[in-house]
């Protein structure tokens, strides 16, 4: 390749400027700079998914516990020791996302992070929406030992 054709966004970390274009090329700046594992989450996968339209504190995105989180102010790193990568994440073409009901999950999950306001206000917009159901979101709850916390909110609604 000629010179100018990639961008250095970090130490042995090279991409293609038009990679980098967008919502969707934010997620893969951020992926390239944590490394595999990871997975946008949380704000950020709520931004994705149409129900909130708040975009604070960069990019979120889940990265095992062991590994240290890069030191960029675009990037809020979630470090958690279980992050059990089989469920309830999907792959894009260059970034993996949590799917609705993980995030809707990890929002009440991780609420002193996020906010428990925005969390439930998440959670109605995506029932109004029928962008997922009560069901399903119970059910990844279940998966990820949290039924306890979305039971009150999902028995309201």
């Given amino acids: 390749m000629l010179a100018g054709e990639l961008l250095r966004l970090g130490k042995g970390v090279y991409a293609k400027p038009q990679d980098l274009e967008g919502l969707e090329g934010d997620f893969f700046r951020a992926s390239l700079l944590c490394g595999k594992p990871s997975a946008i989450c949380l704000i950020s996968a709520l931004k994705y998914y ?46 993996k996302i949590t ?39 119970f059910y990844m709850a279940e998966k990820l030992n949290a039924e306890h916390l979305l039971q009150p909110y999902l028995d309201s609604l």
């Fill in 50 to 95: 149409g129900l909130s339209d708040q975009m604070h504190g960069g990019i979120w995105i889940l990265i095992p516990y062991e590994k240290s989180a890069p030191r960029k102010n675009a990037i809020k790193s979630i470090r958690t020791r279980k992050p059990s990568w089989k469920v309830g994440i999907t792959s894009k073409s260059r970034f």
């Fill in 99 to 137: 799917d609705i009901e993980r995030t809707l999950v990890d929002c009440f999950r991780y609420h002193r992070l996020v906010g428990i306001s925005t969390a439930v206000q998440a959670l109605k917009l995506a029932l109004k929406e029928k962008k997922t159901s009560k069901n399903k979101i």
